[in-house]
């Protein structure tokens, strides 16, 4: 019962007794003057009329003062009730209020009452309809509001996926995948370009999916028409979105793929290119590990060119790149902090620096680290060939 309620109930009682208790002053009043009357005691403009009149007035004067005796006794048992009521009041709320606790904590712990989301936003439903607040709604039938994480995770598994969704969450599934079903990850992709080739989710999966077609192919000329179509997909999809880190990574990796199969000039450029892009997806999204593994490669690499090939850079971009061992240490050494085994190929890095550095310790330990590693991928296959010719060396 709510508050306002107990407080005009209580009103209500207490002005009926007001009521009673004016008859019964009027009563008193009126068994005073029959008194008088009947012990022959005078009162000016009582006795007006004929003797006869007054005896007739006497005797239902008599009648009615029987009726309100009995009025009286019932006002006394109701002032008791009244003030028996008015002590109860302030707890009645409290009282109500523990009790329907008390039922729907019963209601909760019955399996049989537990609610389907589609349940509990029916009955959210009416009970607004009805005028309630979501206050008083989530008091009387807070069961029906309170879900479970696995009733959450239950409600958002019913909800229908809409088409790109799916299509990326199916596409996210093959990349993981080995062989010819990896390779699916494309067409599945392709299927779908014309609807949804403005949509740069959707866009830099499909240039991964074009790297990995790329690591599938048989021939060079295969994997040259891979990486050629995924960097342009990668560009595009930088120009509908330049801020997605996803994109600018991927777009990288297409550039470094590319390099493999062009001129000197193109492969010096698209080096840039490579780095660039990796400095903006880290801006972008510094926690994701493969953007450091990818960068330490290519600080690698870079520290690992001749004097000769440093000129050919400066002579066609004005700069050369620039980088040390200890450059790419450090980025190998970061996708590791964020991903402790992260992969064959990071370990097998790792030995590969501090070896360069004059640390062999620390080389045979990070080849050991590397050998512990199962080879699931054909990128583990190919760390595993330089880790046997690496532990040569050691």
Known sequence: MAQADGKVLALGVLAGAAGISLAA???????????????????????????AGSVALQGGQAEVLDRLGALIQCVSELKEEVKALKETLPHLQDHVRDELRGRIGARKASPLNRTTPTRRKRASGVTRA????????ESEGGYMTALTDSEEEDRKAEEPLDDLTALLRRADGLHECKGDKKKQGLSTLLEKKEKFDQKCQYLWRLTRAYADAHDLAGDSLEKKKYAEKGKQIGAQAISVNPVCAESHQWYAILCGLLSEYESVQSKIK????????????????????????????????????TWIERKIAATLFGEPPSSTIQDALQN??????????????????????????????QAKKMCESASAMSIVTKEDEEAQKELASLLLSL
Not at 337 to 360: I, T
């Open 25 to 51: 002053a009027w009563y008193q009043s009126r068994r005073a003057v029959a008194s008088s009357a009947g012990t022959g005691t005078y009162h000016p403009g009582l006795y007006t009329r004929s003797n």
């Open 130 to 137: 009805e005028g309630q607040s979501s206050e008083e709604a």
């Open 270 to 305: 698209n080096g840039y290119l490579f780095k660039d892009h990796l400095d903006i997806a880290i801006k972008l999204k510094p926690q994701d590990p493969l953007s450091y593994y990818l960068l330490g490669r290519w600080c690698y690499a870079v520290a690992q060119c």
């Open 332 to 361: 190998f050494l970061k996708a590791e902090e964020l991903c402790p085994k992260y992969s064959k190929f990071n370990y097998v890095f790792l030995a590969k620096c501090y070896k360069d550095l004059g640390q062999k310790t």
